[in-house]
């Protein structure tokens, strides 16, 4: 992601103010060691906090209930993901890039060609990628593969910041949910809900994460705000899949991310390059590739 913002002029459109991430009790403190010592094997700054006014330094207004947290200083958000996305087009388009619209049915194989079938017509090209989220099952089953992808979703409230001043990302660990920064509003999110993609939206989900932000940060003002609940893309290793089809090699799977679509694209279109390039991954292809859903591929 560095290497894009850097490449791209996307800096200004970054957050860089780490993550606290806070413990109800010192046993699930404790408990969370695993997470520290692989922060630590990777070398990714941290520091641990053991008391309320050491975590008040870094965030003042979080309950006193909260006297375990780790804090990671080099944790990275973007502004907003809206204006990140509409940033990359605008970079996409004037390096010569051409973006078209339109629902694609079914993907297939002509001529040495790969093929998607959308609405009225047809398209053709030496690779297709499919990159499309949650609805990329669909998809795959239209060239014979089985990929077991399920739709995690996710919802989410954003409101005014109402003068709280946050001042690192929040992650309640105990709790299922983050309170960050979207432009000058303030967005609590998080849940899992496996409800696949045509059950309408429990919004009572996020009401009760909203309750559960403003019970822990009481100087937070939770009046209206916006709700909104997402697909996240997950996969039942909780790594994505990123390789060629192995039914038709034309085409590139990179979709199942889960929650770090964001946090693992730019590194996901470096991957599916090499691979349209048939050059070697800087990382093992096998924890990755689509073919180790093996006896679950072909139908």
Same mark, same amino acid.
């Given at each position: 992601?560095?290497?894009?913002?850097?490449?791209?002029? @996307?800096?200004? *459109?970054?957050?860089? %103010?780490?993550? *606290?991430?806070?413990?109800?009790?010192?046993?699930?403190?404790? #408990?969370?060691?695993?997470?520290?010592?692989?922060?630590?094997?990777?070398?990714?700054?941290?520091? =641990?906090?053991?008391?309320? #006014? #050491?975590? &008040? %330094?870094?965030?003042?207004?979080?309950?006193?209930?909260?006297?375990?947290?780790?804090?990671?200083?080099?944790?990275?958000?973007? !502004?907003?993901?809206?204006?990140?996305?509409?940033?990359?087009?605008?970079?996409?388009?004037?390096?010569?890039? *051409?973006? %078209?619209?339109?629902?694609?049915?079914?993907?297939?194989? $002509?001529?040495?060609?790969?093929?998607?079938? !959308?609405?009225?017509?047809?398209?053709?090209?030496?690779?297709?990628?499919?990159?499309?989220?949650?609805?990329?099952?669909? *998809?795959?089953?239209?060239?014979?593969? &089985?990929? +077991?992808?399920?739709? %995690?979703?996710?919802? &989410?409230?954003?409101?005014?910041?109402?003068? /709280?001043?946050?001042?690192?990302? =929040?992650?309640?660990?105990?709790?299922?949910?983050?309170?960050?920064?979207?432009?000058? !509003?303030?967005?609590? @999110?998080?849940?899992?809900?496996?409800?696949?993609?045509?059950? +309408?939206? &429990?919004? #009572?989900? $996020?009401?009760?994460?909203?309750?559960?932000?403003?019970?822990?940060?009481?100087?937070?003002?939770?009046?209206? @705000?916006?709700?909104?609940?997402?697909?996240? +893309?997950?996969?039942?290793?909780?790594?994505?899949?990123?390789?060629?089809?192995?039914?038709?090699?034309?085409?590139?799977? $990179?979709? @199942?991310?889960?929650?770090?679509?964001?946090?693992?694209?730019?590194?996901?279109?470096?991957?599916?390059?090499?691979?349209? =390039?048939?050059?070697?991954? +800087?990382?093992?292809?096998?924890?990755?590739?689509?073919?180790? /859903?093996?006896?679950?591929?072909?139908?």
């Amino acid at each position: 992601l560095d290497r894009q913002a850097e490449s791209y002029s @996307g800096e200004s *459109l970054l957050r860089r %103010e780490g993550q *606290l991430r806070l413990y109800d009790s010192e046993k699930s403190f404790l #408990e969370s060691s695993s997470y520290w010592s692989a922060c630590k094997a990777f070398g990714i700054a941290h520091n =641990l906090l053991k008391s309320h #006014e #050491e975590i &008040n %330094e870094i965030q003042v207004g979080i309950h006193e209930r909260f006297s375990y947290a780790g804090y990671t200083p080099d944790w990275v958000n973007v !502004c907003d993901p809206k204006l990140w996305l509409r940033h990359l087009r605008h970079q996409f388009i004037s390096g010569g890039g *051409l973006i %078209e619209e339109r629902r694609a049915l079914s993907l297939g194989f $002509a001529s040495n060609l790969a093929t998607v079938r !959308c609405d009225n017509d047809e398209l053709c090209s030496d690779f297709v990628v499919v990159a499309a989220g949650a609805w990329s099952k669909s *998809l795959a089953l239209t060239v014979g593969d &089985n990929i +077991p992808l399920e739709t %995690e979703r996710g919802y &989410n409230t954003t409101v005014e910041s109402g003068g /709280f001043d946050l001042r690192t990302h =929040l992650t309640f660990a105990d709790h299922g949910f983050v309170v960050s920064k979207v432009g000058s !509003c303030l967005r609590v @999110g998080g849940a899992v809900e496996l409800g696949g993609l045509k059950a +309408p939206p &429990n919004f #009572e989900r $996020a009401k009760i994460l909203l309750s559960k932000a403003k019970q822990f940060l009481p100087q937070m003002d939770v009046g209206a @705000g916006q709700e909104w609940m997402g697909f996240r +893309p997950s996969m039942p290793d909780s790594l994505p899949v990123i390789g060629s089809s192995p039914n038709q090699p034309r085409v590139i799977y $990179a979709f @199942g991310h889960g929650h770090l679509g964001l946090t693992q694209s730019a590194a996901t279109a470096e991957l599916v390059r090499d691979t349209i =390039l048939g050059k070697p991954w +800087p990382i093992a292809s096998a924890p990755f590739s689509p073919a180790r /859903f093996a006896g679950m591929l072909s139908i």
